[in-house]
């Protein structure tokens, strides 16, 4: 059977010919409107119809300079967080005709370098990276390329990368301060990661460092409601006297409750639960999750803003501080005696 020939896309020559205007007029019809008389405007926008024609992107950003695209290197997608964050930035950027392109790095600094590298060929103008910890070979390749960038998820306005997110450490102590307040002595912290993920490492350093009564008994487990359920295991094996889970996620906490309830145990009588991050289904959970709410929706939309304003006004990025809020519901309580 003789093979198909893929159809020819119909280009702005085409177009041009069919309505007998010349290119430069097709490409104001494009891009400037208003410059171009409403009869050849109709005419041509009829014959764009017609042709099934579809500007193309590479032609515009050879035409202009620009593709006018924003990349976000994100540890993973599978995540809450980076869920929520990816749909502030693309909506922000949006508002301003820029277009975003995400690559996970799995928090490898090999595979964040390679994922930059493959962005720029296909034209990023700007990025977004996650924690302020990479690489000295991807900061030298951003530095060499000049383009503008933004780190998320974490709050140091001292730092070089203007950063724009949350004080892990301050989160933390929220978290902590509110356990100390009902009573806990003994409180058990699963957490994601801290290779390569600067944000658990902080957290996870600050409750170490704390002058408190409680003791904390720290572990790592898979950022997910799988790892919060193994995580409730792993408490009874090595903490057994904990009254209280500390999440550093909120998915992590709707594991752990699911876990203790497989248990027979109950939240919060027998054992309080805390997340951190203030998912918009933690408050529909039995019982509702207190948690730490991160403005993470906020983050995505401030940092589309900022290399918005960047790319088109040259003006740097400054950092930009999100407040931590405790908020408290009906899965912690107060220790049982």
Same mark, same amino acid.
């Given at each position: 059977?003789?093979?198909?020939?893929?159809?020819?896309? +119909?280009?702005?020559?085409?177009?041009?010919? $069919? @309505?007998?205007?010349?290119?430069?007029?097709?490409?104001?019809?494009? +891009?400037?409107?208003?410059?171009?008389?409403?009869?050849?405007?109709?005419?041509?926008?009829?014959?764009?119809?017609?042709?099934?024609?579809?500007? $193309?992107? @590479? &032609?515009?950003?050879?035409?202009?300079?620009? #593709?006018?695209?924003?990349?976000? !290197?994100?540890?993973? !997608?599978?995540?809450?967080?980076? @869920?929520?964050?990816?749909?502030?930035?693309?909506?922000?950027?949006?508002?301003?005709?820029?277009? !975003?392109?995400?690559?996970?790095?799995?928090?490898?600094?090999?595979?964040?370098?390679?994922?930059?590298?493959? !962005?720029?060929?296909?034209?990023?103008?700007?990025?977004?990276?996650?924690?302020?910890?990479?690489?000295?070979?991807?900061?030298?390749?951003?530095?060499?390329?000049?383009?503008?960038?933004?780190?998320?998820?974490?709050?140091?306005?001292?730092?070089?990368?203007?950063?724009?997110?949350? =004080?892990?450490?301050?989160?933390?102590?929220?978290?902590?301060?509110?356990?100390?307040?009902?009573?806990?002595?003994?409180?058990?912290?699963?957490?994601?990661?801290?290779?390569?993920? =600067?944000?658990?490492? #902080?957290?996870?350093?600050?409750?170490?460092?704390?002058?408190?009564?409680?003791?904390?008994?720290?572990?790592?487990?898979?950022?997910?409601?799988?790892?919060?359920?193994?995580?409730?295991?792993?408490?009874?094996?090595?903490?057994?006297?904990? #009254?209280?889970? *500390?999440?550093?996620? =909120?998915?992590?906490?709707?594991? @752990?409750?699911?876990? *203790?309830?497989?248990?027979?145990?109950?939240?919060?009588?027998?054992?309080?639960?805390?997340?951190?991050?203030?998912?918009? $289904?933690?408050?529909? *959970?039995?019982?509702?999750?207190?948690?730490?709410?991160?403005?993470?929706?906020?983050?995505?939309?401030?940092?589309?803003?900022?290399? &918005?304003?960047? *790319?088109?006004?040259?003006?740097?990025?400054?950092?930009?501080?999100?407040?931590?809020?405790?908020?408290?519901? &009906?899965?912690?309580?107060?220790?049982?005696?």
């Amino acid at each position: 059977m003789p093979e198909l020939e893929p159809k020819k896309r +119909n280009n702005l020559r085409d177009v041009a010919r $069919s @309505a007998g205007v010349s290119v430069a007029t097709v490409s104001r019809v494009l +891009n400037t409107p208003k410059q171009v008389s409403p009869a050849t405007r109709d005419r041509v926008q009829q014959v764009m119809k017609e042709l099934r024609f579809v500007p $193309s992107a @590479a &032609a515009r950003a050879i035409n202009s300079g620009r #593709t006018r695209m924003v990349a976000a !290197l994100l540890p993973t !997608l599978d995540n809450s967080i980076y @869920a929520r964050v990816v749909d502030g930035l693309e909506n922000r950027l949006a508002a301003f005709d820029l277009s !975003l392109i995400v690559a996970q790095t799995h928090d490898d600094p090999a595979v964040e370098l390679a994922r930059a590298r493959q !962005l720029v060929d296909i034209g990023a103008e700007g990025f977004v990276v996650a924690g302020i910890t990479h690489s000295a070979e991807l900061l030298e390749f951003i530095d060499h390329i000049q383009v503008p960038i933004v780190s998320i998820s974490y709050y140091a306005p001292d730092h070089f990368l203007p950063t724009i997110g949350y =004080d892990n450490a301050e989160a933390a102590r929220i978290a902590a301060r509110h356990l100390e307040e009902l009573g806990h002595r003994t409180v058990f912290v699963p957490h994601g990661p801290t290779v390569g993920n =600067d944000r658990m490492r #902080t957290r996870r350093a600050t409750l170490d460092a704390l002058e408190t009564p409680m003791q904390f008994h720290f572990c790592e487990v898979p950022v997910s409601v799988e790892g919060g359920a193994l995580a409730v295991d792993l408490m009874r094996r090595d903490a057994p006297d904990a #009254t209280a889970m *500390l999440c550093f996620g =909120d998915v992590l906490a709707m594991g @752990a409750i699911s876990g *203790l309830h497989q248990h027979g145990m109950r939240v919060p009588e027998d054992v309080s639960v805390m997340g951190m991050e203030d998912l918009p $289904s933690s408050a529909f *959970l039995s019982p509702a999750l207190t948690s730490v709410r991160l403005q993470v929706q906020e983050m995505g939309e401030r940092a589309a803003e900022a290399i &918005a304003r960047w *790319l088109e006004h040259q003006e740097r990025a400054e950092p930009v501080y999100l407040k931590s809020e405790l908020i408290a519901r &009906a899965s912690t309580g107060p220790a049982p005696r």
